[in-house]
């Protein structure tokens, strides 16, 4: 075969695959528009896969002809988002997507697609007291992206044929705010039935800072998983001496032999997957009256990005890894956050959370649960205080480094005694930290 190849006059802009466990993006934004030309290796559009962005660039210089998909459609990988004249030879090879920033910027959707496509087929039905009754597999894509639930569906003020909700008014509407988010159905049997009050809050006067995507998203994470899960939360408190002074006395010679900077995330890490594998059922996930406990075990860490905005990159198979493959997997991934480089695969499938609440000095946290997870663990900053302890001599006063764990748990599937037995088991590992452990 040549090294390169003529492209055909028309080629056709296919949506990108982005990660082995990613199987649709969301157009961000088209940075050309119809008509425009452009030079091999512009970026000719952003994507969007869960939390992270990316460009995608130009495969040659041509003109783009025609845009199949607008901004903020939900696109199945390999399905066509352009049409493209492509004008030079290129080299025969298949070009990645490069990892972007993260957009700072929020976009507002343009014009209705001219040719959508349908993604997999769905349940399509909902029965409600309007006449949207029909909702295409490519409107429940998107509600399920926004978590818009089919009672909310039904109250949008829908265009289409026949009074079917489109794309178009899906969108507009939560340009709009999701005005029906909240609101209840006339109850006409019951008047006793309770009702949110129609509030007119007084907003007040000051600086007007609009969310941008990354947020957007986040603000629908936690509001979806406070309304999913009854959030419970176990607290324990730890001596972690042992830790501290091995950590302490190790992490100069841990770098000098494994090439890793040793912070105390890797024993964190190390510690939690060995009580998961204690408690499997804590490693689960809720599918309906189905509880799924997972064979894999990835720990997702609870990362702050320069921007302000949170993410949580995985350790994957944390149980099956030594404390040098854990301490470079959390370097690597730590670095490529604070750089905005995390690609979809390192955000993706995490089984169990975990929230270092500690390293902006909070003694605690009762964080909210990453769905569809059924637990995550806050870690409180480790503060050295007076502690009774006991010796061969008897009681005694002694200075060690103690610290807070507080487990929130979804109490659907995770009752007091496991999460309690759980949370009490990490901080036994933690206390129990072999001193004389080799590097």
């Known amino acids: 075969m040549k090294d390169k190849e003529r492209f055909p006059l028309s080629w056709e802009l296919k949506m990108p695959r982005m990660g082995e466990s990613i199987t649709e993006g969301t157009i961000i934004n088209w940075l050309i528009s119809e008509g425009d030309t452009f030079e091999e290796g512009d970026i000719i559009l952003e994507v969007a896969t869960d939390k992270v962005d990316n460009e995608v660039p130009a495969p040659a210089s041509g003109t783009l002809k025609e845009i199949l998909f607008q901004a903020k459609a939900v696109v199945p990988v390999g399905e066509v988002m352009a049409i493209l004249e492509v004008s030079e030879d290129i080299k025969s090879s298949n070009k990645k997507p490069v990892v972007s920033n993260e957009s700072e910027k929020s976009h507002k959707p343009k014009k209705e697609v001219k040719r959508p496509k349908q993604v ?45 909700l489109r794309k178009s008014d899906l969108f507009q509407y939560i340009e709009d705010g999701r005005p029906y988010k909240f609101a209840q159905p006339i109850v006409e049997k019951d008047p006793t039935a309770y009702r949110i009050p129609q509030l007119q809050f007084d907003k007040g006067k000051g600086k007007v800072i609009e969310m941008d995507r990354m947020r957007q998203m986040i603000a629908d994470h936690m509001v979806y998983s406070k309304h999913t899960s009854p959030h419970v939360t176990a607290y324990v408190e730890a001596d972690l001496t042992n830790m501290v002074n091995w950590r302490n006395a190790n992490k ?86 604070r ?31 990453n769905q569809p997870e059924v637990a995550i663990l806050a870690l409180g900053i480790i503060k050295k205080r007076p502690e009774v302890i006991t010796t061969e001599k008897g009681d005694e006063i002694a200075i060690r480094s103690m610290m807070y764990l507080s487990l929130s748990f979804d109490h659907r599937v995770v009752d007091g005694f496991l999460g309690g037995s759980f949370v009490r088991r990490v901080a036994d590992y933690f206390e129990q930290f072999d001193i004389n452990r080799k590097i």
């Open 120 to 164: 997999p087929q769905a349940s399509n039905s909902f029965s409600t007291s309007n006449s949207n009754t029909f909702f295409s597999p490519l409107i429940i894509s998107i509600a399920k992206e926004h978590h818009i639930s089919f009672e909310e569906l039904a109250r949008i003020p829908a265009t289409g044929h026949d009074h079917r």
């Open 252 to 337: 100069v010679a841990f770098q000098e032999k494994h090439g890793e900077r040793l912070t105390f995330t890797p024993l964190f890490v190390e510690a939690v997957a060995k009580a998961v594998k204690d408690f499997p059922n804590i490693n689960a996930s809720v599918d309906g009256n189905n509880i799924i406990v997972k064979e894999d075990i990835n720990i997702g860490m609870a990362t702050a990005l320069p921007s302000g905005n949170l993410i949580v990159p995985v350790v994957k198979n944390a149980d099956t890894k030594d404390l040098k493959q854990i301490a470079a997997n959390v370097n690597e991934l730590a670095g490529k956050a």
């Open 339 to 369: 750089e905005n480089k995390l690609a979809g695969d390192d955000i993706k499938g995490s089984t169990f959370t975990i929230s270092n609440v500690g390293t902006f000095g909070s003694v605690m946290g009762t964080p909210i649960i």
